[in-house]
């Protein structure tokens, strides 16, 4: 499950201009950061999102480097005087890359395969940095990857320069991953030099988590087959916001082909892939009303169904909540399996220090019934008193704001 080890980040007295690229599924996001050191902390931040045509999920490295790099270019030429760049200085630039990478040094990387959507063969085995530096340098952005980070490592260094308890990150978006700080005698893998602070910090994977333990239905094993990476990325099948509305329909569709749920005839938008969004899952599984009107919108507008009555309105949106519930509880397990890791599952007598855990994504962000149903799992897990001690911490957008401050940390400016 780990694929990459990197040294533990961050000083705090980091300061000047950064910049921040943000790659990891359906959106990306350019940022530009001022740091101003122990003192200023983040002074100033902007930031622009963009969404990848999907086109280019599938096209060729050039195309889709060349797209960010161009956007980037567009982003840097908005830069205001308040963002100053010290004379002499080229700017230096963070890289979130949220897919499998081999990370062979601070500032390079290699593809070992898409996820979430993306497939883009010549790309694979390729250095992502230097992709990204030969694109920005067709499109006359001069600019130096100075790391790259994905956006757990991201939301984990920005989550410890804000709070100190931090000790692992979690993301809950279009895909999921995890890391944590370890020590690093605790890692038979490394054989390197250990760092001096003894901690190092671990990129999970926990996508790509399988297991005979994760029992999978026969509508994860569809989906897997007809994915874009069958075999691949079982856990994130199972919990993540690309997929949960799709396994939704996937049950729908079968209670209209065997239980003619949706009348005579089956729904012909029903057999679309993805078509069910889990943005739109959320919306019908959150509906208050008494009628429950969004429920009976979404059916309407998204697969075609007309007319349903409030009974099976109701039983669509117990199905977002078994589908929604299973993926909040497991991903409440894996957090539990981390605090195992590093014995913060249990009180210490005398232990003072609180656990916190920096959670980020679209889906943790706005599911709110996943979230509740997550943060429910883990108190169960725990038990009352050591859940009292461990923080869940929303950390907005730190995976952008977290590589900006690595880009720092490894700036080539002293
Ligand atoms: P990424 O994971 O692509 O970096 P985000 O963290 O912004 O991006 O997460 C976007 C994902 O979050 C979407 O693909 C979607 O699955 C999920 N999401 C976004 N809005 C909602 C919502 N209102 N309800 C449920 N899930 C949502
Ligand atoms: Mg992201």
Redesign the pocket.
């Known amino acids: 499950m780990i694929s990459l080890i990197l040294g533990s980040c961050c000083v705090m007295d980091e300061h000047g201009l950064f910049y921040a690229l943000?790659l990891?599924?359906?959106?990306f996001r350019v940022l530009r950061v001022l740091l101003g050191g122990r003192e200023g902390r983040v002074v100033k931040q902007e930031f622009t999102e963009v969404s990848i045509p999907p086109h280019l999920m599938i096209s060729t490295s050039n195309e889709l480097f060349d797209f960010i790099a161009a956007e980037l270019a567009k982003f840097v030429a908005t830069e205001g005087e308040d963002f100053h760049l010290s004379p002499g200085r080229q700017r230096e630039l963070g890289f979130t890359f949220?897919f499998p990478v081999k990370q062979t040094s601070i500032n390079s990387g290699n593809i070992m395969t898409w996820s979430k959507g993306f497939s883009i063969a010549d790309a694979v085995g390729q250095d992502v940095v230097s992709e990204l530096t030969k694109a920005m340098e067709r499109k006359g952005v001069d600019m130096r990857v100075a790391a790259l980070v994905n956006?757990t490592i991201g939301t984990l260094a920005g989550g410890k320069y804000d709070n100190n308890d931090v000790v692992a990150a979690v993301?809950l978006?279009?895909?999921t991953n995890a890391a944590y700080v370890e020590r690093a005698h605790a890692i038979p893998k490394w054989h390197g030099l250990l760092p001096k602070s003894g901690e190092m910090v671990i990129n999970m994977e926990w996508g790509n988590f399988r297991s005979s333990h994760l029992p999978m239905t026969e509508y994860d094993q569809a989906l897997d087959n007809e994915s874009l990476n069958p075999g691949d990325h079982i856990f994130e099948k199972i919990i993540s916001?690309?997929y949960l509305g799709d396994v939704v329909r996937r049950v729908l569709l079968r209670m209209a082909e065997e239980a003619a749920f949706f009348g005579d005839t089956v729904p012909p938008k029903l057999r679309i892939p993805l078509v069910l969004?889990?943005?739109d899952m959320?919306?019908m599984h959150h509906d208050s009303s008494p009628d429950l009107r969004v429920v009976g919108t979404k059916m309407k507008d998204v697969l075609g169904i007309t007319n349903t009555s409030l009974k099976t309105r109701k039983v669509v949106v117990e199905l977002c909540n078994i589908v929604a519930s299973r993926g909040a509880r497991l991903s409440a397990a894996g957090i539990l399996g981390i605090l195992k890791k590093l014995g913060k599952d249990t009180i210490k007598e005398g232990e003072k220090q609180k656990t916190a855990i920096a959670m980020?994504?679209?889906?943790y962000e706005?599911?709110t019934e996943f979230s509740k149903c997550l943060e429910g799992t883990l108190n169960e897990l725990l038990g009352e008193e050591v859940a009292n001690n461990i923080d869940i911490i929303h950390a907005n957008d730190g995976s952008g704001v977290g590589a900006a401050l690595l880009a720092a940390s490894h700036s080539q400016y002293p």
């Open positions: 943000d990891g599924g359906t959106n949220s956006d993301i978006g279009t895909g916001g690309m969004r889990t943005p959320s919306a980020d994504g679209g889906l706005h599911y």
